[in-house]
């Protein structure tokens, strides 16, 4: 059988805290940095945002924190660097799964019945 573990609240609020400074540290060095350094910049912020991703997806799932409305308020706050709002984001997600390998879903992949 599987163990079913809690949710580690304290550990994810400071991982959402660390991702909202380095968030917040990145936007204040874009007033300083030239030149190459811009680029590393960029680099340091995809990677920022690629793990702020991974919490709003944790927080669709209401993985994130135990509790649902925390789960949707971190959402919320983290999917601001975004080009989406959380309950956007979410919505889409979670309609994914449910349409998931299915005719609505695959409809840029061509199959044998497909005209030439």
Request: glycine share 4%; proline share 3%.
């Amino acid at each position: 059988m599987k163990e079913i573990r809690s949710i580690p609240d304290l550990p994810n609020a400071a991982i959402v805290m660390l991702q909202l400074l380095l968030i917040g540290a990145c936007i204040a060095a874009c007033a300083v940095v030239r030149g190459w350094w811009s680029i590393a910049l960029g680099v340091a912020f995809v990677l920022i945002m690629n793990s702020v991703y991974f919490a709003i997806h944790e927080a669709e799932h209401g993985l994130l924190f135990s509790n649902r409305k925390i789960n949707h308020a971190a959402g919320t706050v983290l999917a601001l660097f975004l080009p989406a709002s959380y309950t956007f984001i979410r919505n889409v997600h979670l309609a994914h799964h449910i349409h998931n390998r299915s005719d609505e879903e695959v409809f840029d992949v061509y199959s044998t019945d497909d005209p030439a």
